[in-house]
């Protein structure tokens, strides 16, 4: 078994130090004796693993551990003759070669910890569709614009005094993205479906998500309020005086009757059970039947209404 905490790890030499930790604590976990009781095997990966970590667990044993191992990979490399162990190099230029190497290492660091640091935007947009995709799932194209990194410039001209053709120094420039969004089986309406690394880049860092609500499509008299389906039901007036029955198709596509009860005012509403999609519950409001043309009967009907006071 390789003694490098690195390969024991199973990480690269530029993983950060948050990663380092999420992978041995995924590693001490699997192998943990208490896990494995009696595998041998197991119990000395684990002791491997716990060393590996001392060694490079935190930035001050990491930093010593890389540079010792700099200094090992120096010398192992020099010619074994203890005479000849230097010839050809100077030694403040090994000294310099090695500081200039951990200066661009720490660069490298600043520059992954400024990755972790920096996010781009997310964007939030809804995507429709109808019950019957909501419900079974399926797969819709999107369309959205957003900021990507320049191809040209990489990103690099953001923050600097170049100039770049690509991007006008901006670091990202905007760029229409088609993607295929899944959407699984029984799907709400108002649900959000998340897609990491979707939304704007950011020249400097980590690109923002896109998040998706999903909105099924509400149509023929019905609309959406906070996350139930409200449907509209229209009343001839006298109904909603004397009470009486109506009929109307729900969201599912059945066609119900139901009682309405007598002095019903418009905007009142009723709940009925099962009965929107998903077999959720159905919550009906009242409005009054929409009578611009009035026949001959109505209007002396009305008149004679209106002389009783109603
Ligand atoms: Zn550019």
Request: with cysteine; net charge positive.
């Amino acid at each position: 078994m390789s003694d490098d905490p690195y390969k024991v790890l199973g990480v690269g030499r530029d993983a950060t130090d948050a990663e380092i930790k999420r992978v041995y604590r995924k590693l001490a976990r699997q192998y943990h004796p208490d896990r494995n009781p009696g595998d041998k095997a197991a119990e000395e990966r684990f002791k491997s693993i716990q060393s590996s970590y001392d060694k490079i667990g935190t930035d001050e044993a990491r930093r010593k551990y890389d540079e010792s191992r700099r200094m090992d990979d120096f010398f192992r490399s020099s010619p074994r003759s203890s005479n000849s162990r230097f010839s050809g190099f100077d030694i403040p230029d090994i000294f310099s070669q090695m500081f200039g190497g951990q200066q661009n290492n720490r660069q490298a660091r600043d520059r992954q910890e400024q990755r972790e640091t920096y996010r781009g935007s997310d964007i939030t947009s809804g995507i429709d569709m109808d019950f019957s995709d909501a419900e079974l799932g399926c797969k819709l194209e999107f369309d959205h614009r957003r900021l990507r990194t320049c191809a040209k410039c990489d990103g690099t001209s953001f923050g600097s005094t170049r100039s770049c053709v690509g991007c006008d120094g901006r670091g990202v420039t905007s760029r229409t993205s088609t993607i295929i969004v899944k959407i699984p089986p029984n799907s709400k309406h108002g649900q959000k479906i998340r897609m990491r690394g979707l939304g704007h880049d950011h020249p400097l860092g980590k690109s923002g998500d896109l998040i998706l609500t999903i909105r099924v499509d509400a149509k023929e008299g019905r609309r959406w309020e906070d996350g139930r389906i409200i449907q509209s039901v229209e009343i001839p007036y006298s109904t909603l005086m004397l009470g009486g029955k109506c009929s109307l198709r729900t969201p599912s596509g059945d066609s119900i009757r139901i009682d309405v009860k007598p002095g019903t005012q418009i905007g009142d509403r009723r709940r009925i059970p099962k009965m929107s999609f998903g077999d959720e519950d159905l919550d009906v409001e009242f409005v009054l039947e929409d009578n611009t043309k009035l026949t001959d009967a109505q209007i002396v009907a009305l008149e004679r209404l209106r002389d009783t006071g109603l």
